[in-house]
Protein backbone atom coordinates (compact mmCIF):
# COMPACT_ATOMS: atom_id res chain seq x y z
CA UNK A 1 0.00 0.00 0.00
CA UNK A 2 1.41 3.33 -0.87
CA UNK A 3 2.13 6.07 1.32
CA UNK A 4 -1.61 8.23 -0.12
CA UNK A 5 -3.71 4.49 1.04
CA UNK A 6 -3.85 3.44 -2.82
CA UNK A 7 -3.17 -0.21 -3.60
CA UNK A 8 -0.36 -0.33 -6.19
CA UNK A 9 1.45 -2.75 -8.12
CA UNK A 10 0.90 -6.37 -7.72
CA UNK A 11 -0.04 -8.79 -10.70
CA UNK A 12 0.15 -7.36 -13.85
CA UNK A 13 -2.22 -8.26 -16.69
CA UNK A 14 -1.24 -11.76 -18.66
CA UNK A 15 1.87 -11.89 -16.51
CA UNK A 16 3.76 -15.03 -15.87
CA UNK A 17 3.79 -18.01 -17.64
CA UNK A 18 2.09 -17.94 -20.87
CA UNK A 19 -0.11 -20.82 -22.49
CA UNK A 20 1.16 -23.18 -24.83
CA UNK A 21 -0.28 -23.59 -28.40
CA UNK A 22 -3.20 -26.53 -28.96
CA UNK A 23 -0.35 -27.67 -31.28
CA UNK A 24 2.30 -28.48 -29.08
CA UNK A 25 -0.23 -29.84 -26.30
CA UNK A 26 -1.38 -32.57 -29.01
CA UNK A 27 2.41 -33.56 -30.07
CA UNK A 28 3.08 -34.12 -26.31
CA UNK A 29 -0.23 -36.17 -26.24
CA UNK A 30 -1.95 -34.00 -23.49
CA UNK A 31 -5.43 -33.40 -23.52
CA UNK A 32 -6.96 -29.80 -25.88
CA UNK A 33 -10.62 -28.59 -25.53
CA UNK A 34 -11.70 -27.82 -28.97
CA UNK A 35 -14.45 -25.28 -29.03
CA UNK A 36 -16.91 -26.53 -31.82
CA UNK A 37 -18.16 -25.05 -35.00
CA UNK A 38 -21.38 -24.11 -35.05
CA UNK A 39 -21.97 -21.71 -37.96
CA UNK A 40 -23.78 -23.30 -40.96
CA UNK A 41 -22.49 -23.60 -44.57
CA UNK A 42 -25.33 -22.39 -47.03
CA UNK A 43 -25.53 -23.63 -50.33
CA UNK A 44 -26.40 -21.19 -52.92
CA UNK A 45 -29.94 -22.29 -53.63
CA UNK A 46 -30.48 -21.93 -49.84
CA UNK A 47 -29.68 -18.39 -50.11
CA UNK A 48 -32.45 -15.54 -51.30
CA UNK A 49 -31.41 -12.62 -53.47
CA UNK A 50 -32.87 -9.23 -52.41
CA UNK A 51 -33.09 -6.01 -55.07
CA UNK A 52 -31.79 -3.42 -53.30
CA UNK A 53 -32.98 0.21 -53.96
CA UNK A 54 -31.56 2.60 -56.24
CA UNK A 55 -28.63 4.54 -54.30
CA UNK A 56 -28.64 8.27 -53.99
CA UNK A 57 -27.14 10.12 -56.90
CA UNK A 58 -24.46 12.81 -56.09
CA UNK A 59 -23.40 15.55 -58.31
CA UNK A 60 -19.98 16.25 -58.06
CA UNK A 61 -18.60 19.97 -57.60
CA UNK A 62 -14.94 21.27 -58.79
CA UNK A 63 -12.76 22.05 -55.65
CA UNK A 64 -11.86 25.59 -55.68
CA UNK A 65 -8.18 26.68 -54.80
CA UNK A 66 -6.98 26.69 -51.37
CA UNK A 67 -6.03 30.43 -52.26
CA UNK A 68 -9.67 31.03 -53.22
CA UNK A 69 -11.52 29.83 -49.88
CA UNK A 70 -8.81 31.13 -47.55
CA UNK A 71 -8.77 34.70 -48.30
CA UNK A 72 -12.89 34.36 -48.22
CA UNK A 73 -15.27 36.41 -45.94
CA UNK A 74 -16.28 34.10 -42.76
CA UNK A 75 -20.67 33.93 -42.01
CA UNK A 76 -20.19 36.68 -39.94
CA UNK A 77 -18.34 38.85 -41.92
CA UNK A 78 -15.31 38.97 -40.56
CA UNK A 79 -11.91 38.21 -42.64
CA UNK A 80 -10.56 34.71 -41.68
CA UNK A 81 -6.99 36.01 -42.12
CA UNK A 82 -5.24 32.16 -43.02
CA UNK A 83 -4.20 33.86 -46.55
CA UNK A 84 -1.84 35.74 -44.54
CA UNK A 85 -0.55 32.85 -43.20
Same mark, same amino acid.
Given at each position: ?7 ? +? *?????? +? ?42 ? *? ?5 ? *? ?8 ? +???? *?????
Amino acid at each position: MAKDGTNR +G *GRRIRA +GVKPTPAAEKIQKGESVNILDNDIMTLTDDELEAVNLPEGATLD *GVDMPKP *GDYLSARQKN +GVPL *GADEI
